[in-house]
């Protein structure tokens, strides 16, 4: 494997979290307002408003004007006894893709849980189900994007080069699906960015699959999951579904 490829991997890093600090914050289990109002805080409550403001904030950040809302210290404060946010948001571990950054978002505005090539494990699983179920968020959104290193790492898998080890070795293993149910392109540009926008729609049918919770949450709650990748040059987030 390429010192390129193994550095971009960065830390196959989950955000697991405690659960029982976060209980006494949350919002009731399945507490949602009405479709096309807003929550207690101001956030949108439903899922089509919920990507609606992901999309104004990343056209601003795309444009060089971010607003940096949510990050002063009486809106800080405001939190201490609870949160509230519209969006839970699995993206890649990968430090060149902050979701607050780039969806220009604050403190208690999005329920980020973050893992390499956006790997699905039990700790990855569970946060997302925390963040629709007891949090409360409308959306789900599965973020992939560009040169995404641990992508790079299972193409060179499938293609018997380089060697991993560690666990490193297993989160690629997981990635390697994507890459095998990708057609063969001659441009390896294309193939790359193809295997990125595979692993994104793979791992959001695999949470529909794994988790009863959030697959009750989309079919009977009104929760959407969305899909999309982040362009690393132009710092947009382009929906792929």
């Not at 939190?79 to 430090?95: H, I, R, W």
């Not at 060149?96 to 950054?101: A, K, S």
């Not at 295997?195 to 959001?204: D, G, K, S």
Request: charge should be negative.
């Amino acid at each position: 494997m390429s010192r390129r490829r193994l550095f971009g991997l960065g830390a196959a890093a989950t955000a697991g979290l405690a659960l029982a600090s976060f209980a006494a914050a949350s919002p009731v289990s399945g507490q949602t307002s009405p479709p096309g109002t807003t929550s207690p805080a101001g956030h949108p409550a439903d899922a089509t408003e919920a990507w609606r403001l992901l999309t104004e904030g990343n056209a601003r950040f795309v444009q060089g004007q971010p607003s940096h809302p949510h990050q002063d210290e009486s809106w800080r404060d405001s939190l201490v006894e609870g949160q509230n946010p519209f969006a839970t948001v699995l993206g890649c571990a990968d430090s060149r893709v902050p979701p607050e950054v780039l969806f220009d978002q604050g403190f208690g505005d999005l329920f980020t849980i973050r893992s390499a090539g956006e790997v699905l494990d039990d700790a990855v699983v569970g946060s997302i189900e925390y963040g629709v179920e007891h949090v409360g968020t409308p959306l789900v959104v599965i973020l992939g994007h560009a040169q995404c290193g641990a992508v790079a790492a299972a193409i060179d898998t499938v293609n018997g080069e380089g060697h991993l080890e560690g666990d490193i070795s297993s989160l690629v293993r997981d990635v390697e699906a994507a890459v095998r149910a990708t057609p063969a392109d001659s441009d390896p540009d294309a193939f790359f960015a193809a295997c990125v926008e595979n692993q994104v729609r793979r791992t959001a049918a695999m949470l529909l699959e794994r988790s009863d919770i959030v697959r009750d949450a989309v079919e009977g709650h009104g929760v959407q999951i969305v899909t999309a990748v982040y362009d690393l040059e132009t710092g947009q987030v382009n929906r792929i579904d």
